[in-house]
């Protein structure tokens, strides 16, 4: 059970601070690591066919390079499709041109609610402060986005917002702004949320949702639920506003099902959703339901910078399935609100410099082991922990230093204790002999390495010399065989 003490609103630039408070709070620790054990069991068991799941990777690997290969001319192509389909367009460069963009579609209809389903972009955007300042209300439905919304919170995870939030926690919210009865059942807390929500479908004046995928041939607008808020929220208010990324766009409609068939198994072991909407403009004349009007905010935020770029393009390939989150030393360990960002975990770190620049990012792509888990794991093959390492040298480029790297940060240079740490790393590492000698004597010293390393053993085990040496090790292997 979980008493987040991480202030619930951090920046990125004060990661370090962050990570700190969130590696003091025990029971935060305690409550992801269970809830993460959980989703990477379950992800274990619905792709336990390796074969399978190793062909399937390399085929949305493909095409989600295809599309990116073609992303200009498949947006032009989408756009034209859904105009065609009575879709109205819109591109957005900025988080506030979208805000406005949001904002004069819901002004035009002298809207005052509006219902949002799940949509990460909008959280990119900041699209509920931006609209709660222009005497807006909006709303979330999805029951994660729904009890961070109400606590005041910030989503935790890309798929499982409320992710730090014990039943307990959730039932003394409820509690509080609801007036409803304390309990432990989830079934009777869905049932709490499930009933509030009911009469803000019924009279909102626009429904929000994001896009999983967006068929350029077709114009259809894809969207991955569970919980059937997805469906309300496009279907019910007269209004449908969609958000997405430039990036989500792919060619064709059968380049769908490999993507689907991977995108639920591995943000959270499920075969495949319950509900999968796919959207084709407004209702129409023979139709019973669905909005009468329909708009799409194409958004960019940084994801150009990225496509100019041919390493760091592949950062676009992404399909939000989290999978890279639930398995990373690091996230597990102080979740979601430490990063600062509306993406936290691997992706975040590759995709929140382009949105937020490198100055504001830089201590991101240091939270990593280059355990490589993340690029094992993700569906469609990111080479995370290559694009973290790029990250981390363009973060201490000077300014005038060449680089193809599309977003310039001011430099950094490391402290000085830094320097010669790396100095010295650099200089054994680099001699055969030196090293050697290095080893076999930090593995005869071991029994004098103290229990306490500094900061290091405040939330870690000591570092210790090995008994022998790799180079020993071998050498009484090789003696054995002989
Ligand atoms: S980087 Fe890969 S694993 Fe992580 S969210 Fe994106 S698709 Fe999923």
């Known amino acids: 059970m979980s008493t987040q003490t991480v202030h619930f609103h951090p920046k990125p630039e004060t990661f370090k601070q962050n990570a700190r408070e969130a590696l003091a709070d025990a029971p935060l620790r305690q409550s992801l690591r269970t809830a993460m054990d959980m989703l990477m069991t379950r992800r274990k068991t619905a792709l336990s066919d390796e074969q399978e799941l190793q062909m399937l990777r390399t085929l949305c690997e493909h095409i989600r390079q295809?599309?990116?290969?073609?992303?200009?001319?498949?947006?032009?192509?989408?756009?034209?499709?859904?105009?065609?389909?009575?879709?109205?367009?819109?591109?957005?460069?900025?988080?506030?041109?979208?805000?406005?963009?949001?904002?004069?579609i819901v002004s035009a209809h002298q809207g005052k609610l509006v219902v949002k389903g799940k949509s990460m972009v909008s959280e990119e955007i900041e699209l509920n402060h931006y609209l709660e300042a222009q005497g807006i209300r909006a709303v979330e439905s999805d029951l994660g986005e729904y009890i961070v919304q109400m606590a005041g919170e910030k989503p935790t995870h890309i798929v499982m917002p409320a992710i730090h939030k014990t039943k307990q926690q959730v039932s003394t919210l409820f509690n509080k702004e609801l007036g409803t009865p304390l309990t432990d059942d989830v079934d009777e807390l869905t049932g709490i949320a499930r009933n509030a929500l009911r009469d803000i479908y019924r009279t909102a004046d626009v429904g929000l949702s994001g896009v999983n995928f967006a068929v350029a041939?077709?114009?259809?607008?894809?969207?991955?639920?569970?919980?059937?808020?997805?469906?309300?929220?496009?279907?019910?208010?007269?209004?449908?506003?969609?958000?997405?990324?430039?990036?989500?766009?792919?060619?064709?409609?059968?380049?769908?099902?490999?993507?689907?068939?991977?995108?639920?198994?591995?943000?959270?072991?499920?075969p495949?959703?319950?509900?999968?909407?796919?959207?084709?403009?407004?209702?129409?004349?023979?139709?019973?339901?669905?909005?009468?009007?329909?708009?799409?905010?194409?958004?960019?935020?940084?994801?150009?910078?990225?496509?100019?770029e041919e390493q760091m393009r592949r950062t676009l390939q992404c399909i939000r399935c989290g999978a890279c989150m639930n398995h990373c030393p690091v996230y597990t360990r102080i979740g979601g609100a430490a990063y600062g960002t509306t993406y936290p975990g691997p992706i975040g770190e590759i995709v929140s410099p382009h949105m937020l620049g490198l100055d504001a990012t830089r201590d991101l792509p240091t939270a990593c082991t280059l355990c490589g888990a993340c690029s094992e794991v993700c569906p469609v093959k990111i080479p995370i922990t290559e694009q973290m390492i790029?990250?981390?040298?363009?973060?201490?480029r000077a300014p005038d230093e060449a680089t193809?790297?599309?977003?310039?940060?001011?430099?950094?240079?490391?402290?000085?204790?830094?320097?010669?740490?790396?100095?010295?790393?650099?200089?054994?590492?680099?001699?055969?002999?030196?090293?050697?000698?290095?080893?076999?004597?930090?593995?005869?010293?071991?029994?004098?390495?103290?229990?306490?390393?500094?900061?290091?053993?405040?939330?870690?085990t000591p570092l210790k010399p090995a008994p022998k040496t790799l180079h020993e090790l071998v050498a009484e292997k090789q003696k054995q065989q002989s």
Not at 87 to 102: G, L, N
Not at 278 to 285: E, F, H, L, Q
Not at 290 to 301: A, F, I, K, S, Y
Not at 390 to 396: D, H, K, S
């Open 217 to 270: 041939e077709t114009g259809t607008l894809c969207l991955v639920e569970n919980e059937g808020n997805g469906r309300l929220t496009t279907t019910v208010p007269p209004v449908h506003i969609a958000i997405t990324g430039i990036e989500k766009v792919v060619a064709k409609l059968s380049d769908i099902p490999p993507l689907y068939s991977l995108l639920p198994r591995s943000a959270i072991g499920q």
């Open 404 to 460: 193809t790297y599309p977003i310039r940060g001011q430099g950094a240079s490391h402290s000085t204790g830094e320097r010669l740490a790396w100095r010295i790393f650099e200089g054994v590492f680099s001699g055969k002999r030196l090293y050697r000698t290095f080893g076999w004597t930090a593995s005869k010293l071991r029994a004098l390495t103290p229990g306490k390393q500094l900061s290091w053993t405040d939330y870690r």
């Open 66 to 104: 295809r599309s990116l290969s073609r992303l200009p001319e498949l947006l032009e192509q989408l756009e034209a499709k859904l105009i065609s389909l009575g879709v109205k367009v819109h591109w957005a460069e900025t988080p506030s041109e979208a805000c406005q963009i949001i904002h004069n």
């Open 272 to 308: 495949i959703t319950t509900y999968f909407n796919m959207i084709t403009g407004p209702r129409r004349s023979e139709e019973l339901d669905g909005p009468q009007e329909m708009h799409l905010v194409l958004l960019d935020n940084g994801r150009t910078q990225a496509y100019g």
């Open 390 to 396: 790029r990250l981390r040298v363009e973060a201490q």
